[in-house]
């Protein structure tokens, strides 16, 4: 059974950067086929799509964050991350990571990083 | 970017009863739109993929229609614990995923 774990801080200060990590467990990122995501969801709101990378490194973003986002992964750790710059009020979400790339089948818990100063 | 509309926004359903939840897709995304099932603080659950397809362990009551641009989510005989919000996903434009707002499915 795939697990997924998010960590990283809860608060964060604006135009700051948000960092995050997710440990895959159950599973290794490098055995390919998969796509480990980052989504996103503001207080009360729907689910936005962050970006997806592959265990190669080959990365794909939503236009929308595509300035500030940076996914990367460490394949000997088994994780992947997410780094979003220049954060504002508007970032602050529960982030999660899943396994993509179609539909997303498994989902870390989620972690609420706040933008406040 | 392919935009999803659910209907409606909230849906208010007895136990027991069907429930039936709509999806739109701004242009065709063929059966490429899957359902996820999110309780309070929980992340969202994989209910259907494929337009239709269950995913491993859903149960019997949930099934998924629809192709191109209208899509439809029954739950034939809600449970208590279906009460919940569920969204649907089109994964037809690569490598953007769009999923819809929401139908929130509460006790009447």
């Known amino acids: 059974q795939v697990q997924l774990q998010e960590s990283g801080p809860g608060l964060v200060k604006p135009s700051q950067t948000l960092s995050l990590t997710c440990t895959v467990s159950g599973g290794s990122i490098s055995s390919g086929g998969y796509y480990w995501s980052w989504i996103r969801q503001h207080p009360g709101k729907g689910l936005e799509w962050i970006g997806y990378i592959y265990y190669s490194g080959s990365t794909y973003y939503n236009p929308s964050l595509k300035s500030r986002v940076t996914i990367s992964v460490d394949t000997s750790k088994n994780q992947f991350s997410l780094k979003l710059s220049s954060v504002t009020a508007a970032d602050t979400a529960v982030y999660y990571c899943a396994r993509g790339p179609d539909y997303f089948d498994y989902w870390g818990q989620g972690t609420l990083v706040t933008v406040s100063s | 970017e392919i935009v999803m509309t659910q209907s409606p926004a909230t849906l208010s359903v007895s136990p027991g009863e069907r429930a039936t939840l709509s999806c739109r897709a701004s242009q065709s995304v063929s059966s490429n739109l899957a359902w996820y099932q999110q309780k309070p603080g929980q992340a969202p659950r994989l209910l259907i993929y494929?337009?239709?397809t269950r995913a491993t362990g859903i149960p019997a009551r949930f099934s998924g229609s629809g192709s191109g641009t209208e899509f439809t989510l029954t739950i034939s005989s809600l449970q208590s614990e279906d009460f919940a919000v569920y969204y649907c996903?089109?994964?037809?434009?690569?490598?953007?995923?769009?999923f819809g707002q929401g139908t929130k499915v509460e006790i009447k």
């Open positions: 996903q089109q994964y037809n434009n690569w490598p953007r995923r769009t």
């Open positions: 494929g337009a239709s």
